[in-house]
C-alpha cells in the first residue's frame, strides 16, 4: 500500500453518500482545513453501472481536529470552533454546487453529505494538469503573451461571474487551474473554494466565517488581515500574479515586500509596455488605487471580454514561444543560473573573438584587407531567444583565405539549427535550475515551545501556513505586546516561523484579539 499523508484515508476506504459509494484511491491534495482525494464511483447510464472517477474533498481542519479510525474529531476544548468550521465548510460547497452548474470554467459539484463526523462534497475529476505544470512543462518553463491571455481568459470570465454574485475567491493561483482535457479542447477550470467568500449586498458576509489563509505570492496585502468586505480588486491581484507567472515561470515576492518598481522592470524585460503596466495597476500595494475590476484588468490588456467556444481552448491551440529573454530581478524568488549561464555565454563568446583575432594577426599583412561585399558571419548568441546579438565575427572564405583554401581543422563552425541541434532556439534556458537538495515540504505536525505548542503546517521544521499555539504559560507574542496567558489559544497564519496574522482566544473561546505583527 502507498504511503499517505498524514491523517488521510487510506487507499480503499470506502465513504457512503446514501446515494452511492466511493472507494478511496489516493490523495490529491490538503491543506490546513481539508484532504481532497481521487475516489472511484458506480454510476448508473441507463441500465447500465459504471464505474467512474470522482474527487471528493473532506473538511478536516488539522490545527484543531485529529483522526479516530474513519472519523475526524475536534480536539479537546475546540468543539464550538471545529462546528463554526464545518458549516463554512458545507456553505462553502453549496456556493460551488450552484455556480458551476452556471458557469463552464468553475468546478462542478455533485453531492455534498455528511459522514464520519465530518463533511464531504464531490466534485469532477478535473482531467488534466493544473496550470502551474503545463507553464512548467513547455520548454522554456514559461508562456508567451498571447498563450497565456488565451489560457487565463476563461478565468477572467469566471472570476467576473463570481463577482456578480458578490463572490471574492481569494485564492487564484496557477495550482488552482486545472485544464481539463474534453473532445473539443483544453478547457481551464476554476478550483478550490476554501478561502471564498460571500457577500450580501448590505456588505455583511453570508457567514461569519473565522479562518483565513493565503497563498504566498499571490494574495494583496490586505488578505494579510481580515477582509470585512467584499473586494473584487482582491482577486484581481491574484490574477495580476497568476500572470507574472506565466510570462516568468516565477512566484512573485510576498505582497508584504514586493516593490512595484522592481516589478515593471523584470516584467519588461519579458512583455511588452502594455502588459508590464496593466499588471503593475492590478498589483499596486493600495487596494483602492489598484484595478478595481476584472473588466478594467481586460481592457488594460488590451482583451476582448470573451474568449467563446463555452471557455475552451481550440483543439489546435498551442503556445507560442516567448519573444524575449529573462534577465535577473528584484523582488522575485530567483536562482542564480541566469547569472552563471550569460557568464559563460559571455566568455564562450570573448574566447571565441580572441582566437579569430589570433588567427587573423596570423595572416600576412596583404591578405588583412577590408571584407568582401557580403561576407559570411556567425552569430554569437546572447541571451535573446533566436538573438544574433552580440558579436559578428568574418568567417573566411576561398576569397579572402590564404591560398584560396579552408583548413578544416581551423575552420570556425557555425552554431547548429535548431533542427539540427534537437533543441530550441534559446540560447539561454529559461526554467529555473533544479537544486540539488529539494526544498523542504509543507506537512502537518506539532512543535514544542518553552511556552507551549504548536500544531498545524509545518515547513523546515517552522510553522508554515496555518495552525495553533495553545500556551501553556505566560508569553508575549513576538513583535507585538499582546500577552498571551496559561489556557489562551492562537489560531494564526505564518511563514517561515513568522506570524503573520493570528487570533487570541481564552480558554472559554472567547475572541481577546486580533493579531496583525
Known sequence: MEDVKPGALREGTLLSSGKRDYKVVKVLG??????TYLVKGNVKADNVWVEGLFAVKEHFPSSFATRRGDAVVP???HEAEF??????????????QKFGTQHENIVKVNEIFEANGTAYYVMQHVNGMSLTDYARSMPEGRLDR??????LDPIFSAIEFLHSNRVNHFDIKPDNIML???EQGLMPVLIDFGLSIHFRKNGDKTTPKEFYGLSEGYAPIEQYAEINAFSPASDVYALGATLVFLLTGHIPEAAPKLKISYLRQYLSDVTDPMTVEAICRAMEPDNERRTQSVAQFRVDLGLVPSLGNGGTLPMDFKPGKPTRPISDGNGFRNTPWVKYTLAAVGAAAVALIVFLGVRWMATPAEDQGAPTENPETVAVQGAGEGSQESTQVPVETPENTPEGNIDPAVEPQRPATPEQSGSSPASLPLRPAQPQTPAPAVTNGTLSF??????????????????TVHFTSSHTIEHTSVQASAGDYMNGSYSNGELITGKLYNADGELLKTIIP
Open 30 to 35: 490538503s491543506g490546513g482545513f481539508g484532504v
Open 75 to 77: 480536539t479537546p476544548g
Open 83 to 96: 462546528n463554526r468550521a464545518l458549516q463554512d465548510f458545507i456553505l462553502e460547497a453549496t456556493r460551488l
Open 146 to 151: 498571447a498563450s497565456a491571455l488565451t489560457v
Open 180 to 182: 481539463h482535457q474534453t
Open 450 to 467: 518553552p511556552y507551549g505548542s504548536y500544531t498545524g503546517e509545518i515547513k523546515g521544521g517552522k510553522p508554515h501556513g496555518r495552525g
